[in-house]
């Protein structure tokens, strides 16, 4: 099966969060019926009670963002991984992604996986206790996407911008024969797909494909904070429900608009460092304590 890297979705469902509530409230109902009933899922290992309280007091928030590659009869693997803090004090936002090979101890098991696993062995309470973990932190947080929505949410978004800095061509996965050409290209939903997932015609591997996530996600945002640029509503509500889960209901949506829209003003991006090898012919990436030392730091949510 094509692996898929689909992360930064998430990001384009907080921004719509946050920049677009005003909006919302207009199909206000609608919206309400598919978070609460549709998308919301609460799980054992967050206090949300606590969280609702942070929110109130405006302190920084941290939020697991899960990309799931679902598949049939099996729950599937977090293929992607990143960690949103929303700071409204500094007014800023931090994007960290954690590399889907990072070798660590899982949660309530024995010995060192790749921490993309973690949610296979026991779901989303497994993958917020290892990265809890990993990194000694808390979240408050988590949003879990089916990452075979990106192409209708791009597509509800109208298409978003990008500048390409690698001429190439796509040889038949997502987009044959579609020309990636170097400048700024305008990109429907399944040539979004294409440009983030492609990793063989690119020397850097996984490093230069989630650069072009960070890509994405800045082009998600500009276009995302006019939500108003959304030609059909309901299908953008339809396609949120069927891809997303959340321990955010819509109360806490609003609030985030209220609170923290000023963190959108600057999004900081990074990916954690480190060194692959290989162990019993399993490639791992091991990072080291002063990366995740830097990385909490960046985060800035100690546990």
Known sequence: MKRKSWAFVFVFVIIIGLCGIGYMITVYDAAKQTI?????????????SLTKKKMEE??????????????TDDKGRSDALMILTLNPTAERMQLVSIPRDTRTEIAGMVGQDKINHAYAFGGVDMAVDTVEQFLKISIDYYVRLNMEGLVGLVDALGGITVHNELDWIDTGYYQEGFHYARGQLELDGPQTLGYVQMRFQDEA????????????????????????????????????????VMNMDFEDIRNLFI????????????????????????????????????????VGSKS
Do not use: C, W
Not at 261 to 276: A, I
């Open 205 to 244: 591997g996984d490093f230069g494909r989630t650069a072009r996530q960070r890509q994405v996600i800045k082009a998600i945002i500009d276009k995302g904070s006019n939500i108003r640029s959304i030609s059909n509503i309901g299908e953008f509500l339809d396609i949120i429900g069927e891809n997303v």
């Open 58 to 71: 405006e302190e920084p928030l941290t939020i697991l963002l899960l990309g799931i590659d679902e598949r």
């Open 36 to 48: 609460d009933h549709k998308v919301y899922q609460s799980v054992q290992t967050i206090d949300t």
């Open 259 to 298: 609170n923290y829209r000023r963190t959108t003003r600057n999004l900081d991006t990074y990916m954690m460092q480190g060194e692959g090898t290989m162990i019993d012919d399993i490639y791992y990436l091991i990072v080291d304590e002063e990366e995740i030392e830097k990385v909490r730091e960046m």
